[in-house]
Nanobody
Framework: VQLQASGGGLVQTGGSLRLSCAGFGRTFSPESMAWFRQAPGKEREFVAGIIWSNEVTFDADSVKGRFFISRDRIKDTLVLQMNSLRPEDTAVYYC???????????????WGRGTQVTVSS
């Protein structure tokens, strides 16, 4: 499995971006997938996750009501819709897959290359 995130870019405060994660086939069945982010000089942090089987989602408090994670079963992709973006959302965003339902990065087994999101003030 080789995950690949895409869709990052430069956006103004208040704008939106849609990230996608591909690289897995229809038979891929982790317990959960998630988005993490890492800003310069900071630790990688959990952003949003989804239970793969029933698509129940769980989010970090910092993005609640602004970011929405979903699974596109037709395109076999993981999506992160990001709205009302703020400068503090600037980071490299990574998608990941885990055999557990967890927010902890150490339990995610597969990681994609990140995509840069920059929010200007």
């Amino acid at each position: 499995v080789q995950l690949q995130a895409s869709g990052g870019g430069l956006v103004q405060t208040g704008g939106s971006l849609r990230l996608s994660c591909a690289g897995f086939g229809r038979t891929f069945s982790p317990e959960s997938m998630a988005w993490f982010r890492q800003a310069p000089g900071k630790e990688r942090e959990f952003v949003a996750g989804i239970i793969w089987s029933n698509e129940v989602t769980f989010d970090a408090d910092s993005v609640k009501g602004r970011f929405f994670i979903s699974r596109d079963r037709i395109k076999d992709t993981l999506v992160l819709q990001m709205n009302s973006l703020r400068p503090e959302d600037t980071a490299v965003y990574y998608c990941a897959a885990s055999p557990r339902i967890t927010r902890a990065a150490e339990f995610y087994r597969y990681w994609g290359r990140g995509t840069q999101v920059t929010v200007s003030s």
